[in-house]
Antibody, heavy 118, light 112 residues
Framework: EVQLVESGGGLVQPGGSLRLSCATS????????MAWVRQAPGRGLEWVAN????????YYVDSVKGRFTISRDNARNSLYLQMNSLRAEDTAVYFC???????????WGQGALVTVSS | DVVMTQAPLSSPVTLGQPASISCRSS???????????LSWLQQRPGQPPRLLIY???NRFSGVPDRFSGSGAGADFTLKISRVEAEDVGVYSC?????????FGQGTKLEIK
């Protein structure tokens, strides 16, 4: 059974940093793209970033470029999102998602809430 | 960025009746490899998204056959043949043909 479990969310002040983690199991992590997707309160889904299976390619939505960094540790079957210079508009539930064999995602974690507020 | 527009944004449906949601993209979703990467997601209240349909019309593992997807190019539809109580939630289309990947605003399905 595929499982994705996010951790590391919380309350942070504007300009602060936070690191999200996603522990995975039930599939060969190093074979798949992985992604972070967020959902602001009461809003729709927004793609944040994704990374190739070997971590060599990383892609970001414009609004987080230069502030967020996606990374992975294939030995630990884990995905990360380092978030710096956080803004109020980054407040959202952040989902970790497993890439499918085609472009896209097929499994989602439960999400981690990040609140940016003073 | 590719803009995904769903209609309606809210859909009250009677149990046992069909439901249909439209999703239109601002440009064609046909990839250079000939495939069309349009998916449908379901999000029940308080739950993460769940993949229902991928590549326009393929049902994901465990998805009931009352869900079906159709369409081509930039015009797509999700249909539920007979709505059940467990289908309540928000349905979103998602394109993964072009970077950045983008989502529709979501359609809230509720029971009349």
């Amino acid at each position: 059974e595929v499982q994705l479990v996010e951790s590391g969310g919380g309350l942070v002040q504007p300009g602060g940093s936070l690191r999200l983690s996603c522990a995975t199991s039930g599939f060969t992590f190093s074979d798949y793209w992985m992604a972070w997707v967020r959902q602001a309160p009461g809003r729709g889904l927004e793609w944040v970033a994704n990374t190739k299976p070997d971590g060599s390619g990383k892609y970001y939505v414009d609004s987080v470029k230069g502030r967020f960094t996606i990374s992975r540790d294939n030995a630990r079957n884990s995905l990360y999102l380092q978030m710096n210079s956080l803004r109020a508009e980054d407040t959202a539930v952040y989902f970790c998602a497993k890439g499918s064999l085609d472009p896209g995602v097929d499994y989602w974690g439960q999400g981690a809430l990040v609140t940016v507020s003073s | 960025d590719v803009v995904m527009t769903q209609a309606p944004l809210s859909s009250p449906v009677t149990l046992g009746q069909p439901a249909s949601i439209s999703c239109r993209s601002s440009q064609s979703l046909v990839h250079s490899n000939g495939n069309t990467y349009l998916s449908w997601l379901q999000q029940r209240p308080g739950q993460p998204p769940r993949l229902l349909i991928y590549k326009v019309s393929n049902r994901f593992s465990g998805v009931p056959d009352r869900f079906s997807g159709s369409g081509a190019g930039a015009d797509f539809t999700l249909k539920i043949s007979r709505v059940e109580a467990e289908d309540v939630g928000v349905y979103s289309c998602m394109q993964t043909t072009h970077f950045p990947h983008t989502f529709g605003q979501g359609t809230k399905l509720e029971i009349k």
